[in-house]
């Protein structure tokens, strides 16, 4: 019998981000487009290519968003760091 704490270990996956993600840290705040309009949001998780995003407040009622239940998935070579 495996215990849940070994079975957990196993199931995490280690991500290496690619080069175009390093600057995209977890809650960086970032602009993109997506369905060519442009959003802007914060980094919530990263991907190896891309990286999940929580859209800003000010675009939560836009119909984009709420399709996506306010997270869209973006690469890194789509995105631009906000100051």
């Known amino acids: 019998m495996v215990s849940n704490e070994?079975?957990?270990d196993q199931n995490k996956q280690i991500i290496e981000v690619n080069e175009l993600g390093e600057p995209f840290s977890e809650r960086t705040?970032?602009?993109f487009?997506?369905?060519r309009q442009?959003?802007?949001g914060i980094?919530?998780?990263q991907l190896k290519n891309s990286a999940i995003i929580d859209f800003?407040?000010?675009y939560s009622g836009s119909?984009?968003?709420?399709?996506?239940?306010q997270?869209?998935?973006?690469?890194?070579?789509?995105?631009k760091l906000l100051n």
């Open 6 to 8: 070994k079975r957990n």
């Open 29 to 31: 705040h970032v602009s």
């Open 33 to 35: 487009i997506f369905n």
């Open 38 to 40: 442009h959003f802007k």
């Open 43 to 45: 980094v919530e998780k």
């Open 56 to 58: 800003d407040d000010e």
């Open 63 to 69: 119909e984009t968003a709420l399709d996506l239940k």
């Open 71 to 79: 997270k869209v998935v973006i690469s890194y070579s789509k995105m």
